[in-house]
């Protein structure tokens, strides 16, 4: 079946330091990935997103590039900031019949220290 | 305007009991979703309606009951409530069609199970 895996965490950096959350993932077709974030006492909502292979999904200074050949969608930030700090999913979603299915990793705690 | 809203965010009852989540969604959105989020923030899809049409069922016991009166809302019911049913229930909704959307979530629902 189709699966996302993610890096554990939690990860804890220091402001201003590189971020790199890993993501890879198993799919039978050719999916849509995603990166979702969650702060603290929140819903989830969508940080990227791409939708083909060689796509970069951006947004927020946080960025990430559809992979088809080693299968990843790692998300990268240059410069974390406190505000950062939350716990991000990386999804993929695949349509048949019309209708999705999205399948979620199992989040990453990321922690940002000033 | 909120988007996708729940009602109760927080829910504290006894074993045994009955109790409703309600969600509804102003997005115009055909496809409705129930999640339920773990202590360790893992994410687990329950169900999925399309059109008020029941699409996904997870291997969720059968206590569980979803219920949409109409497109915009879609509704939990929980019978004879468990310790382990203690968890985050997230309601979300997207659009359908020939290609992957992103969700939309609500705030979440925490259900806390004495």
């Known amino acids: 079946g189709d699966s996302v895996t993610q890096m554990e965490g939690p990860v804890t950096l220091s402001e201003e330091a590189f971020l790199t959350i890993n993501c890879t993932y198993t799919?039978?077709?050719?999916?849509?990935l995603f990166w979702y974030v969650q702060y603290p006492g929140e819903g989830l909502q969508l940080l990227l997103k791409a939708t083909k292979a060689d796509d970069k999904g951006s947004n927020k200074g946080f960025e990430a590039t559809y992979r088809k050949e080693t299968t990843s969608f790692h998300l990268e930030k240059g410069s974390v900031q406190v505000s950062d700090s939350a716990v991000y999913f990386c999804?993929?979603?695949?349509?048949?019949?019309?209708?999705?299915?999205?399948?979620f990793g199992t989040g990453t705690k990321l922690q940002v220290i000033p | 305007d909120t988007a996708v809203s729940q009602t109760p965010k927080y829910l504290v009852t006894q074993m045994g009991n009955d109790k409703s989540i309600k969600c509804e969604q102003n997005l115009g959105h055909d496809t409705m979703y129930w999640y339920k989020q773990d202590s360790k923030k893992f994410l687990k899809i329950m169900f999925s309606?399309?059109?008020?049409?029941?699409?996904i069922n997870e291997t969720v016991p059968n206590r569980f009951s979803p219920k949409s009166p109409d497109k915009a809302h879609l509704n939990l019911h929980i019978n004879s409530l468990e310790l382990g049913d203690s968890a985050v229930y997230f309601c979300a909704s997207s659009q359908a069609g020939l290609f992957s959307y992103e969700q939309y979530f609500g705030p979440g629902t925490r259900l806390t199970v004495t």
């Open positions: 999804a993929l979603s695949l349509n048949s019949g019309g209708y999705q299915k999205v399948t």
């Open positions: 309606y399309n059109n008020k049409e029941l699409i």
């Open positions: 799919a039978t077709g050719y999916p849509s």
